[in-house]
């Protein structure tokens, strides 16, 4: 099994204590700033930041699908989703950037071994940076 990860980042003029608010939301900010790869998403118990537990579908490609119910913890200005599902994990890191604030956002999970292997680890990263910038556009939208 291989270490499969994908990370994306964006720069945003908010100040980082606005946007990390606004990533913990997970009952009215995370909802707007999903894309559409992301579907029945609920607010299991919580809702604000750290213990909140949240289910969605993530339709990564026509055919992968992954169902993930997300523990969140929340770390200085780091707020981790750990699948209880799964291996993945996702970390979303606010950092001062002069005036504003930068977004990093990690996903990794322990991918197959083999052939299949291979190709997760070579085309998963690429469709799935896809889907991290068009949610962090989402956030700059509806932050800055």
Same mark, same amino acid.
Do not use: C
């Given at each position: 099994?291989? %270490?499969?990860?994908?990370? /994306?980042?964006?720069?945003? =003029?908010?100040?980082?204590?606005? #946007? ?7 009952? =009215?900010?995370?909802? @707007?700033?999903? /894309?559409?790869? +992301?579907?029945? +998403? ?5 809702? *604000?930041?750290?213990?909140? &537990?949240?289910?969605?579908?993530? *339709?990564?490609?026509? !055919? @992968? ?6 523990? #969140? =913890?929340?770390?200085?200005?780091? &707020?981790?989703? =750990?699948?209880?599902?799964? /291996? ?15 977004? #990093?956002?990690?996903? %990794?999970? !322990? ?9 997760? !680890? ?7 940076? !896809? &889907?991290? %910038? %068009? ?10």
């Amino acid at each position: 099994m291989a %270490q499969v990860s994908a990370s /994306s980042s964006i720069q945003l =003029t908010a100040a980082p204590e606005k #946007v990390l608010a606004a990533l913990a939301d997970y009952e =009215t900010v995370r909802p @707007r700033i999903l /894309s559409d790869h +992301y579907r029945d +998403y609920r607010v299991i118990s919580g809702g *604000q930041g750290d213990g909140t &537990i949240v289910h969605w579908l993530l *339709q990564a490609t026509e !055919k @992968r699908v992954r169902d993930v119910q997300a523990k #969140v =913890t929340v770390s200085g200005s780091t &707020i981790t989703e =750990t699948d209880a599902n799964s /291996s993945l994990v996702t970390t979303w890191s606010v950092v001062p950037n002069g005036t504003g604030s930068t977004v #990093v956002t990690l996903t %990794q999970w !322990k991918g197959a071994g083999g052939i299949g292997g291979f190709f997760e !680890k070579t085309f998963a990263p690429i469709g799935l940076r !896809k &889907i991290q %910038q %068009q949610v962090l556009e989402n956030l700059k939208n509806t932050v800055d």
